[in-house]
């Protein structure tokens, strides 16, 4: 689907701040908040993430010509994750993201909005969900 969709795609500028540090200013393809290490249930695009250590991820496919997009997505496929150059990755408890104009938005692959205008602001409240699980073992 991705290679489908790709000549359609049209990277924007972003700037991307976690905890108050700046950890990128460019052009990307997409901005991923990944909670776990597994995006769609097979790619790796945060490898370190974790879904109980209170700490949101970050990773921004960097625009690096569509010819290096079809690279990148043919090596999603075969490697199951983002070369390292090809993104812009972090991690911390608030995630700001402002862009050149809007963007689509999407919340676990359903679009929550056509098209929203930022800046976005990310948190994450440590701790806030409780589960209840069998014990198992």
Not at 20 to 27: H, T, V
Not at 81 to 98: K, Q, T
Not at 129 to 134: E, T
């Amino acid at each position: 689907a991705a290679v489908a969709v790709a000549p359609r795609l049209r990277p924007f500028e972003a700037r991307i701040v976690v905890d108050d540090r700046p950890l990128y200013a460019g052009p990307v393809w997409q901005v991923v908040l990944p909670n776990t290490r597994r995006w769609g249930g097979v790619l790796s695009m945060a490898p370190n993430a974790s879904a109980d250590d209170g700490l949101l991820d970050v990773v921004a496919l960097r625009d690096r010509g569509r010819l290096h997009l079809l690279v990148d997505l043919v090596e999603l496929l075969v490697r199951r994750r983002p070369h390292p150059a090809d993104v812009a990755a972090g991690r911390g408890l608030v995630i700001r993201i402002e862009t050149d104009g809007p963007v689509a938005l999407e919340l676990d692959g359903t679009p929550l909005t056509a098209q929203a205008d930022g800046p976005f602001l990310f948190e994450v409240e440590p701790a806030a969900l409780q589960i209840l699980a069998p014990r198992i073992g």
